[in-house]
């Protein structure tokens, strides 16, 4: 079981992340903003964070730029999970050293099996 850290300033899509994420056996939290998130990785540590991109105020570019500038967070793994189908979104996201991004749009198992992807690539990275 991994502890997963869910980002989204939409509730509904946190709640319906995290009920689907349990039952494949996480421990998930949510967190609804930016400013919660980074907060939420330096209190919890999670395995993974799974970040929308799109969000007002400190967006998952913000977060993730600080989580890199911190020592204590910087080696977090991160997914960004976000409605935009921009190329430069994902360019973005993994320069800035995301694992993987993944559209909203979609299968929950195949969002599950990117999930088990980056757990075991963040693995790797740790030994």
């Known amino acids: ?9 939409d509730a509904r899509v946190c709640d319906l992340l ?4 349990v039952r494949a056996g996480h421990s998930v939290a949510c967190a609804n903003g930016g400013e919660e998130a980074v907060a939420t990785v330096r209190e919890r540590s999670p395995d993974l964070v ?5 969000m007002p105020g400190l967006d998952g570019m913000g977060v993730l ?10 080696g977090t793994a991160v997914m960004v999970y976000t409605a935009s189908d921009d190329p430069q979104v ?3 996201a993994t320069r800035l050293g995301a694992l993987d991004c993944v559209q909203k ?5 195949d969002l599950r099996e990117r999930i088990s992807a980056c757990l ?3 693995c ?4």
């Open 1 to 9: 079981m991994a502890s997963l850290l869910v980002v989204d300033d």
């Open 18 to 21: 995290r009920r689907l994420l």
């Open 50 to 54: 799974i970040l929308d991109w799109m």
């Open 65 to 74: 730029k600080r989580l890199r500038a911190d020592p204590a967070t910087a």
């Open 90 to 92: 994902a360019w973005d």
């Open 105 to 109: 749009v979609g299968r929950f198992n």
């Open 120 to 122: 075991d690539a963040a």
């Open 124 to 127: 790797r990275v740790r030994r």
